[in-house]
């Protein structure tokens, strides 16, 4: 399981990055993927990074406005959220992929997460 963090409380058009780590396993030959969770409603998928980071993908919601990223070195993916609105109040949480394809099941369970709340 990865780990989360960096979630916080925004004020609208604020910004954010989140982490994704482990120390257990090493991320750099997997896809790996963001989604978001607000109690009660079924998971969202928010982006996906490539293996190498050289393949991004977004969900509509977000794009533009979030940017997913890899250190392959620190073992960590990011997560850049910018022009923050209340619908993205969410836990956010991270996972390895087989690949980037919405229907792939990530390799593990998704991580406990980070809240994110937007709110002035």
């Known amino acids: 399981q990865l780990v989360e963090s960096g979630g916080d409380l925004v004020q609208p058009g604020g910004s954010l990055r989140l982490s994704c780590s482990t120390s257990k396993f090493t991320l750099e030959h997997n896809p790996v993927a963001w989604s978001r969770q607000v109690s009660g409603k079924e998971r969202e998928f928010v982006s996906c990074?490539?293996?190498?980071?050289?393949?991004?993908y977004y969900a509509d919601s977000v794009k533009g406005r979030f940017t997913i990223s890899r250190d392959n070195a620190k073992n960590t993916v990011y997560l850049q959220m910018t022009s923050l609105k209340s619908d993205d109040t969410a836990v956010y949480s991270c996972a390895r992929k087989m690949s980037c394809s919405i229907f792939a099941a990530p390799l593990e369970p998704w991580g406990q997460g980070t809240q994110v709340t937007v709110s002035s």
């Open positions: 990074i490539s293996s190498q980071g050289d393949y991004t």
